[in-house]
């Protein structure tokens, strides 16, 4: 397994340590296994592993910090996170708890492009002056409630027609 194929287990781990970092200055073992609600022995298990492979620089009872490596791919995990929270969050109405839940498993799995996606959705809900998007029972998807239909754009949206 090279640094950059990581277990869904070692990706929660890094994305941990990036956002505890970046909230209380600082990523200690104890706060990352209250965080992640897994016992010290398994977060330093973890941890080992993370800094064999050059992500982290850890020492037993200090603190842990990214490499520039484990950085760039807790950045990346974190950017996927923060996008899924939002799109569920924000684009569908998920509750946040739920939201929380899904979007932590799926930032594992989601490609790119897919990902990407969803974002472009989300920033068209945000930039259409008459968006108020709404979910149809009939699975017909989103529609514009300007237009009153799915169908081809509002003569008030600003979005390009190739969205």
């Not at 194929?5 to 505890?20: G, K, Q, R, V």
């Not at 760039?72 to 995990?77: H, L």
Request: hydrophobic residues 40%; charged residues 25%.
């Amino acid at each position: 397994m090279s640094t950059t194929e990581l277990s869904a287990s070692l990706e929660d781990y890094l994305e941990t340590i990036f956002f505890l970092s970046r909230e209380e200055g600082r990523a200690r073992p104890k706060e990352i296994a209250e965080r992640m609600k897994v016992r010290a022995a398994s977060v330093t298990g973890a941890l080992k592993v993370l800094a064999e492979k050059g992500l982290i620089n850890y020492a037993p009872y200090s603190s842990v910090t990214l490499t520039d490596e484990g950085c760039k791919i807790a950045g990346k995990i974190a950017v996927k996170h923060e996008a899924l929270l939002h799109f569920f969050t924000q684009v569908l109405g998920v509750e946040a708890v739920e939201a929380e839940e899904f979007a932590c498993s799926m930032e594992h799995t989601i490609s790119d492009h897919i990902l990407q996606r969803f974002v472009r959705f989300a920033e068209y809900t945000e930039k259409c002056p008459s968006f108020n998007a709404s979910w149809l029972e009939s699975a017909e998807g989103y529609f514009c409630k300007a237009q009153g239909k799915a169908g081809p754009r509002c003569g008030k949206c600003r979005l390009s027609e190739s969205f």
